[in-house]
């Protein structure tokens, strides 16, 4: 019960920030008060529209939003999200581009498990889809999961990526986003030795902690310092009465949020501030560029407890991954036994979670690659959500991303333009 009264009293807390912000904006609103000249209610009615939307946003889970893209027949193609294979944890889904031929790139795109749902990645996607087909994984709040389900660790995770590649088939790219690039390494030396005929062609690898201690950052100085027990004992809680998975141990996404605006806090605090200003003077929108950043940044999901803690214990602690000793249903995966599927790795100069470093652990740990299926690229200036979202992602990372595809294409398979994309 103490997990579940902790779990109830963070919902308690949100839910009544959100019934005060829907308060003040609802009292400051009034006609009467424009009677009045004073700014206090202007300021009073701005806090609250600030407050109610951004307190009501952790609990909703964000839309794709990716409505059509521009075809090269010169007609705008609708886009529908259709899911290919739904299990508990998490599903498969595909962007179906509805009036085009099918493409010679098909791409899957991996989503982190690490608070925030895969539509993080929805300017990523919405830049790929002109060029590829794309497939992403969706993984399901943890909140909203029964206990009847089971477990899931990374274990569990790593053998959801190898029944993703299995069913789409060897004529495919993987691209790995940050928190699952190991895991995505891993599920790939598990297809190269279990099932050689589902490997994916090539496995790009973003920012991913593949070895954790080859640069710290404050995210692996965090791993270090606490043990497993106080870990445990102070993130871990049961979901409330609320939710379907009443009772399930997780990490909570309100708890990863926290720690998330902590390690920005004043940049944070002055966006809140410059917000509720411009909205007092009547200068805010609907869709300007803080609603659009926050409406994502906010909305957040819980982890299962053994995922959270697995991850923590064995790819940060353990080094499993950087070691190649990671098992996986009690077989060992060796990354050297992957030899024909090519590799690339990309870190940004700037990324202060996974430094430069940590990801192109990977090449070195791909014995059995030669050196001509090796690539990496170190984006100058990029921060962590730069290399696979914004300028430095759409100018410089995706072209080359798609021509490490296509030069690893193989002879029989055609090769794609790459189209020109502007801000997404």
Not at 257 to 284: P, R, V, Y
Not at 348 to 361: E, K
Not at 405 to 424: L, Q, W, Y
Request: glycine share 8%; with cysteine.
């Amino acid at each position: 019960m103490k997990g579940i009264m902790s779990y109830d009293l963070m919902e308690t807390i949100r839910n009544t920030n959100e019934w005060m912000g829907a308060s003040a904006r609802a009292m400051a609103s009034y006609p009467i008060w424009g009677l009045s000249p004073h700014p206090m209610f202007k300021v009073m009615s701005a806090w609250g529209r600030v407050t109610e939307r951004s307190f009501s946003r952790m609990v909703i889970k964000p839309d794709w939003g990716i409505r059509s893209i521009p075809g090269a027949d010169g007609r705008d193609h609708l886009i529908s999200v259709e899911t290919i294979l739904d299990k508990p944890f998490g599903a498969l889904i595909h962007f179906k581009v509805s009036g085009r031929e099918p493409m010679a790139r098909r791409v899957l795109l991996v989503a982190p498990m690490s608070g925030h749902y895969a539509t993080l990645l929805r300017s990523t996607v919405a830049s790929l889809l002109p060029d590829c087909d794309v497939y992403v994984t969706d993984w399901h709040n943890a909140r909203d999961i029964p206990v009847s389900a089971g477990k899931f660790d990374i274990e569990d995770y790593t053998l959801y990526l190898v029944d993703f590649m299995r069913h789409l088939g060897p004529d495919l790219n993987v691209i790995a986003v940050c928190q699952p690039a190991p895991l995505t390494l891993a599920a790939t030396a598990y297809l190269a030795e279990e099932d050689p005929a589902a490997q994916p062609r090539t496995l790009t690898l973003i920012g991913g902690p593949i070895d954790p201690d080859a640069a710290a950052t404050e995210v692996t100085d965090f791993g270090a310092r606490v043990t497993m027990g106080q870990l445990e004992h102070m993130v871990i809680q049961r979901v409330g009465f609320k939710y379907k998975g009443a009772g399930r141990l997780v990490y909570p996404g309100l708890m990863q949020l926290a720690s998330f605006i902590s390690m920005n806090a004043e940049k944070h605090a002055k966006a809140f501030q410059d917000k509720i200003l411009a909205e007092s003077k009547g200068e805010g929108s609907e869709h300007d560029h803080h609603n659009i950043f926050y409406d994502e940044y906010l909305a957040v999901m819980d982890m299962t407890a053994e995922f959270y803690l697995s991850t923590v214990e064995r790819i940060f602690k353990g080094l499993e991954i950087a070691q190649n000793k990671f098992v996986v249903a009690g077989k060992k995966v060796d990354i050297g036994k992957i030899t024909n599927v090519a590799v690339k790795t990309v870190e940004g100069s700037n990324d202060d979670i996974s430094a430069p470093g940590q990801c192109v652990a990977a090449l070195r740990l791909c014995t059995g690659l030669p050196d001509s299926k090796k690539a990496q690229h170190l984006e100058p200036g990029a921060g962590h959500y730069g290399i696979f979202a914004g300028s430095s992602w759409r100018n410089n990372i995706r072209p080359l991303v798609l021509e490490f595809i296509d030069a690893n294409a193989g002879g029989s398979a055609p090769k794609g333009k790459v189209t020109p994309i502007r801000a997404v």
